[in-house]
């Protein structure tokens, strides 16, 4: 990962770190549910959650598997992640590593399950960081990755990179579902199930994440109002008095997993 890159990424999540943490939207939703049905964790595994933001995800699983590894590129963020699964969840088999998703620093077959959620579209490598993922994996591991899909209409694609953008901008690209399952493949994992599950956000939250200033809140939320009925439709946008409330977007999950080792 470009340094320079790298370190835009640190800056950006180390002063929107809390908002993190506190934002509802990340702390439950249909995506936690289906990653825990899919991976079926046990008490035998052990288990990396990459770029783990406000540890939401870390907190979910653990009291399912015996040890999560949480791990970021952000150390403000790791550390406001800490605080918040030590008041929050009460539970001891979480441990937190500083690591970039595109090198980390584990060796071969360390984990039995990964998880990876709401990240990769920050991420200048993502073939890299999933080749990284099936490195880490243990022979016959799991392993979930969330993220923002990618629509296939140009115009719908062009406002969702366009705001995405505006809102943060160490957002890179989202992919398509049909991109994701080539560079799934193409790192050797084997696809196992794909899902599409919506997801509404409500602005105001989803703004402050991203620590926006008030010109930069009311530019976004122009650019909204501003977008065809198409644009409207698509992403539910509701509003009220020139305001946008809430809008709804797409996540992709993608359920893959690392071959088996061959019986002789």
């Given amino acids: 990962m470009d340094s320079k890159f790298k370190n835009r990424i640190r800056e950006q999540f180390g002063k929107t770190a809390t908002a993190y943490v506190e934002a509802k939207h990340f702390s439950a939703g249909e995506d936690l549910e ?9 008490h035998d595994d052990n288990m990396l959650d990459v770029a783990c933001g406000g540890g939401h995800m870390a907190l979910y699983f653990s009291p399912m598997v015996r040890q999560v590894v949480a791990s970021d590129l952000t150390m403000q963020m790791l550390k406001k992640a800490q605080e918040h699964v030590a008041e929050e969840g009460r539970v001891d088999n979480v441990i937190f590593r500083e690591a970039d998703a595109e090198d980390l620093p584990f060796p071969a077959g360390s984990f039995t399950l990964l998880t990876c959620r709401i990240a990769p579209h920050h991420f200048p490598d993502v073939p890299r960081a ?3 993922f099936h490195r880490v994996l243990r022979r016959g591991g799991r392993m979930v990755i969330i993220d923002s899909l990618m629509p296939v209409d140009p115009e719908v694609a062009e406002f969702f990179q366009t705001m995405e953008k505006m809102r943060n901008p160490t957002h890179i690209k989202a992919f398509s ?3 994701w399952k080539t560079m799934v493949l193409d790192a050797e994992l084997i696809l196992q199930e794909t899902l599409v599950i919506e997801k509404t956000h409500d602005f105001q939250e989803w703004v402050k994440t991203a620590g926006l200033n008030r010109t930069q809140i009311q530019n976004l939320n122009k650019f909204f109002m501003d977008a065809s009925p198409k644009i409207h439709d698509f992403f539910k946008i509701e509003s009220f008095a020139g305001e946008v409330e809430t809008y709804t ?8 997993t690392r071959k088996e080792k061959e019986k002789k």
């Fill in 249 to 256: 977007d797409q996540k992709l999950l993608i359920y893959a």
């Fill in 34 to 42: 289906e990653a825990a049905r899919l991976l079926k964790p046990t």
């Fill in 130 to 132: 999933l080749r990284e």
């Fill in 177 to 179: 579902e049909e991109e």
